[in-house]
């Protein structure tokens, strides 16, 4: 995964309307119209918000006669969940470090180190 596609999907997961968008993905295919329909907003409003996702990598839009499906796609997700999961454990270890006795803190560094691209 590279850092513009991280990027892009922290992105789109930063506005709660697109996380609303993904949660109703997450059931099934649904339509733009069907997609704007809890919302107070514009179809045009949602539409910009299926693009922000659909670059992001989080969803894709199928075609079926006049209707364009729009459905979650896993991979962004789990791309993402990946990268933060490096982070996850990273903490975990710390964590653990700072339940050990004391004597056992001062034996050196962490064991496991942050992911090389964190150094940047």
């Given at each position: 995964?590279?850092?513009?596609?991280?990027?892009?999907?922290?992105?789109?997961?930063?506005?709660?309307?697109r996380?609303?968008?993904?949660?109703r993905?997450?059931?099934?295919?649904?339509?733009?119209?069907?997609?704007?329909?809890?919302?107070?907003?514009?179809?045009?409003?949602?539409?910009?918000?299926?693009?922000?996702?659909?670059?992001?990598?989080?969803?894709?839009?199928?075609?079926?006669?006049?209707?364009?499906?729009?459905?979650?796609?896993?991979?962004?997700?789990?791309?993402?969940?990946?990268?933060?999961?490096d982070?996850?454990?990273?903490?975990?270890?710390?964590?653990?470090?700072?339940?050990?006795?004391?004597?056992?803190?001062?034996?050196?560094?962490?064991?496991?180190?942050?992911?090389?691209?964190?150094?940047?």
């Open positions: 995964m590279t850092a513009a596609g991280l990027d892009a999907i922290f992105l789109a997961l930063a506005d709660p309307t996380r609303a968008i993904l949660a993905l997450a059931q099934g295919e649904a339509s733009v119209l069907e997609l704007a329909r809890p919302f107070e907003i514009s179809q045009p409003a949602v539409s910009k918000h299926l693009k922000v996702l659909e670059r992001a990598g989080l969803i894709s839009r199928g075609r079926d006669r006049q209707r364009r499906p729009c459905r979650l796609e896993a991979r962004a997700l789990a791309d993402a969940g990946a990268w933060l999961d982070y996850r454990r990273f903490w975990e270890a710390r964590l653990q470090r700072l339940d050990a006795p004391p004597e056992e803190r001062k034996a050196g560094p962490a064991r496991n180190a942050l992911p090389p691209e964190a150094a940047k």
